[in-house]
């Protein structure tokens, strides 16, 4: 059945329109805190949040509708995605709110729950979630209204774990890196976390003012990062998004370096120390054919699974993987997380380049992608893709890529957009395949 509210990361929005108002901040307060209240111990929620200016009317709403079904708050203030969950398990509480657009503009804004495991909601939880906001919760009696409190030493908490993360036996002293967090929410632990490790940090992107969160800086905007490398002469320069969940690198020559290349990288150190678990890594529909190619030359192996962490996850913990992520930088390392987190998956990265001992450029750059264009064709209505017309030019189109190359085509989950990708060896044969299924598509949805 199709989810009212719960989108594929939670529920998000413009501010100050539906879904993302005050009142269903409450109302999804109320309802999953209800959902939540099993045994008789005291409930418990933390919240964190990013840098947004709507975080805090959504906090506050948020804390409102807790305490009115009985939970108590914690709240940890700006702190990334995966900071959250992992403080949920640290401190024994029952759920966990992450206020956060991820890599969006800041006028948008997203709640991101996590269960007590520490893991995202289950389509079930969400199910069951979605039927008590659009029903009837019940209040707690006066007595049992729940408290909230501040925690101020949740960021060295979370500084602590991350550095736990990073062998004992490596330093990054005298080692020049530039962190890029986006004005997020990572803006304080993660250049914190470098350089008590001994970096020689540079940190961009970490004067939040509520409004510029992802603003021509973090993950999906490294330019500036790749400047500030270059200018500074910085070893490596390290992008986060707007949440922390995302980590794209630049390396000492600006070039980026995107997450098939890192997840290749982070796959070979552990297979190389036997920790890797499943025999290779699970990866999007999305990762580049070059690094399936790659993988299988050093005898590991590819999972793919729908676009979204949220399938990466499920297949790592269903059939035993310990590493897996998408393109786009989210990585998932479920020996110590159980979300992306863009600052561990760094840390793993940066321990990589020194071991090498030599430069970024040759350490991460470890397959040459094949020619991969992907273009969106919007439309009205209707279902385009069950056109004959259509059908029939993807069918022609996979056979003439063949074993040469791979064609993906997906609706969006969050808007009228029909995406499609192809991959192949010849970049014109490439090329040629979208434009002519574009082509379909527009025709058929006119």
Known sequence: MARKYFGT???????????????????????????????????????????RLSGYMLENALVAGFTSVGMDVVLVGPMPTPAVAMLTTSMRADLGVMISASH?????????????????????????????IDGEVALAPSEEIGRARRVEDA???????AKATFPENLRLD????????????????????????????????????????NDGVGSTAPALLAETVVASGAAIGIALDGDADRLIVVDETGRVVDGDQLMATIAAGWARQGRLKGGGLVTTVMSNLGLERHLAAQGLGMVR??????????????????????????????????????????????AEVTRAGAPASEVLHRFDPLPQLLRNVRFSGGKPLEHPRVTETIAAAEAELAERGRLVIRPSGTEPVIR?????????????VVTRICDAVQKAAA
């Open 9 to 51: 990361d939670g529920i998000r929005g413009a501010t100050n329109c539906a879904p993302m108002t005050a009142a269903m901040a409450m109302k999804v307060g109320m309802a999953a805190g209800a959902h939540f209240l099993r045994g008789d111990h005291r409930h418990r929620v933390v919240i964190g949040k990013d840098t």
């Open 104 to 132: 969006n503009p800041y006028a948008d804004n997203g709640i991101k729950l996590f269960g007590p495991d520490g893991f995202k909601l289950s389509d079930a939880d969400e199910a069951a979630i979605e039927a008590l």
């Open 155 to 161: 960021r060295g908490r979370y500084i602590h774990f």
């Open 174 to 213: 005298g080692l020049k890196v530039v962190i890029d967090c986006a004005n997020g929410a990572a803006y304080q632990v993660a250049p914190s976390a470098l350089w008590e490790l001994g970096a020689d940090v540079i940190a961009i992107g970490v004067t939040p003012n509520g409004k510029n969160i």
């Open 305 to 350: 699974t729908k676009v979204g962490d949220r399938h990466v996850l499920e297949k790592m913990r269903a059939s035993g993987y310990n590493v897996g992520g998408e393109q786009s930088g989210h990585i998932i390392l479920s020996d110590y997380a159980t979300t992306g987190d863009g600052l561990v998956a760094a840390l793993q990265v940066l």
């Open 420 to 432: 499609v990708m192809a991959e192949g060896d010849d970049r014109a044969q490439v090329e040629a």
